[in-house]
């Protein structure tokens, strides 16, 4: 499984930026899928998940109401939208996708900047 992130780029405080992650293979029957992000001298941390039956999304507190994930299965990709950005929204964003068999396979990681 091949797991590629695009979209990321700089934008001041207050602006939005849609990531989009392309999946090798068929993400119909996967698990859940989900955003996480690191940035310089953190640890990677969650920012949106989806599960594969319901779609039930979840995200940690400092990002609800600013970030929206979904799912196109058709196209075998995700979608974040951040809208709202920070300064403390700045770092490398990594998309996981973990198929049926809780195999999970990360991407590349997309650089996403904000400057105040």
């Known amino acids: 499984v091949q797991v590629v992130e695009s979209g990321g780029g700089s934008v001041q405080a207050g602006g939005s930026l849609r990531l989009s992650c392309v999946v090798s293979?068929?993400?119909?029957?996967?698990?859940?899928m989900g955003w996480h992000r690191q940035a310089p001298g953190n640890q990677r941390v969650l920012v949106a998940s989806i599960n594969g039956d319901e779609g039930f999304t979840h995200y940690p507190n400092f990002v609800r109401g600013r970030f929206a994930i979904s799912r196109d299965n058709a196209k075998n990709s995700i979608y974040l939208q951040m809208n709202s950005l920070k300064p403390d929204d700045t770092a490398v964003y990594y998309c996981?996708?973990?198929?049926?068999?809780?195999?999970?396979?990360w991407g590349q990681g997309t650089q996403v900047t904000v400057s105040s």
């Open positions: 996981l996708a973990c198929d049926m068999m809780r195999v999970c396979t």
């Open positions: 293979e068929s993400i119909s029957s996967f698990a859940s």
